[in-house]
């Protein structure tokens, strides 16, 4: 079966398979990156490159063609004499790239580094932001280290300073950013579809239960516009069905009254009519009973019993003298089932074969979770047409067979619906000329789980 996602795990989805792409995109542009590394396109020198140039100062002995090799449009590079100048500059010092020159100076017999913006002369330092203070700057940065020939490396960007300082493009962090910014969306996101959830749980209830629960609009207009439909679709519905029942109610007891009027007006008529009227009247009370309770359908909400299965199935196969029951191999389990509505279920069952065949057998096993009750027979069986309706109201299977049956076909009808109702399965195997077989699955009770 192919799953269905909900709308808030496909735009989810969507957006991690977004996200992911382009981080992708990103880890290749860092690796390439990687890959340039000695090429011009880095606006800042990486401290590998700051130390090379140190390295080269003190072997050349050509300095001066040195640095005009060295500078370009990206990079100035000079040597200065006034130390002071360059490493006295706290109010501008770059903390962050100075912690990791030091990792590399080390090698170079503890000689001084420094990192420091170099604002331009009508910046006062005291007006730097905390983001100027580190390599976010807005401003050129200079990187200064001790040479051992004497003087002071100082290497100057000719632009804003870059992230490339710590190996990493500025698009890694544009990353980061994107998953934090992906995360609020994905909150955003469960919030704009929580209606929607909502609503869908308050659907299925009102189906189960049809019960009316108005369900509070919130969301996008759509969404409350949907909501408000469906909480007056709602009442609207209860309106209906409890007029429904109403009047089934008022139609059962006057007709039931009129069958009541005509079994005492027959006792006048001979015992051989009186006895056919009887058994009319007794056939149409049956009638009504059945379809007034499949029309109202079964009230879910009412509490199930507990109560043991042996003893019931006892009673209810001891009132039926063509039906059989087999030994219990047990005693003590207790089922979990509205106990008026399982002698319904067990009686229609048992009805429907010794109409048909004369007679049956019940076997009664449990395998811990559940209990099964197996009502088999010998009768003429259904064939495969009329086995897939042997669940429909007024469906009676061949009439070639039932025709001198009475009955109105809707006993399993109402043994499925009573069963459904409480959470139990019945499952129906039957063939032609073989007999049928009637599993009914119902849920043990288990006392410990009360005390999870």
Request: hydrophobic share 45%.
């Amino acid at each position: 079966m192919r799953r269905r996602w909900s709308l808030f795990a496909r735009l989810a989805a969507i957006l991690t398979v977004g996200l992911f792409v382009v981080q992708l995109m990103f880890v290749w542009s860092y690796r390439n990156s990687q890959e340039l590394a000695g090429s011009a396109e880095y606006r800042f020198p990486l401290p590998e490159r700051v130390l090379a140039m140190v390295t080269l100062f003190e072997e050349t002995d050509d300095p001066d063609r040195l640095l005009v090799a060295l500078n370009n449009d990206d990079l100035r590079v000079f040597v200065s004499d006034d130390a002071a100048d360059v490493f006295l500059a706290e109010e501008v010092r770059l903390p962050g790239i100075e912690a990791i020159l030091d990792e590399y100076v080390a090698q170079f017999d503890g000689r001084k580094s420094a990192a420091f913006i170099a604002l331009p002369s009508d910046v006062e330092p005291a007006s730097l932001g905390v983001g100027d203070r580190s390599v976010f700057s807005t401003y050129p940065a200079r990187i200064a280290v001790e040479l051992r020939s004497g003087g002071t490396l100082v290497i100057e960007t000719r632009d804003d300073l870059l992230t490339k300082v710590f190996q990493l493009p500025i698009g890694f962090y544009a990353g980061v950013v994107a998953v934090f910014g992906a995360l609020v969306m994905l909150f955003a996101i469960g919030r704009e579809t929580r209606p929607l959830r909502d609503l869908a749980a308050a659907m299925r209830g009102f189906g189960a239960e049809g019960i009316p629960v108005d369900v509070m609009p919130a969301g996008a207009q759509e969404v409350r516009e949907l909501t408000d439909d469906f909480n007056a679709m709602q009442r609207q519905i209860n309106t209906l069905l409890t007029g429904r029942s109403v009047m089934l109610g008022a139609l059962g007891h006057d007709l039931r009254t009129y069958l009541a009027r005509m079994k005492l007006k027959i006792d006048i008529l001979p015992d051989e009519t009186r006895l056919s009227l009887d058994r009319d009247i007794e056939t149409m009370d049956q009638v009504l009973e059945n379809c007034l309770m499949l029309a109202r359908g079964h009230q879910s909400e009412r509490p199930k019993d507990i109560f043991y299965i042996s003893e019931e199935m006892a009673q209810i196969v001891g009132e039926y003298d063509a039906a059989v029951m087999e030994p219990i191999a047990f005693e003590d389990v207790q089922v979990i089932f509205e106990q008026a509505a399982f002698r319904r279920v067990m009686t229609n069952v048992i009805d429907n074969a010794v109409k048909f065949a004369g007679s049956c057998t019940v076997t009664l096993t449990c395998d811990g979770a559940l209990a099964t009750i197996t009502i088999s027979d010998q009768g003429p069986g259904m064939s495969e047409d009329d086995l897939a309706l042997a669940f429909d109201p007024f469906s009676r299977g061949d009439s070639a067979r039932t025709l001198d049956r009475r009955g109105t076909g809707i006993g399993l009808s109402i043994a499925k619906m009573l069963a459904d109702a409480n959470d139990a399965k019945i499952h129906l195997k039957s063939a032609a000329d073989l007999g049928t077989t009637v599993d009914v699955k119902v849920a043990v009770y288990q006392p410990e789980s009360d005390e999870d």
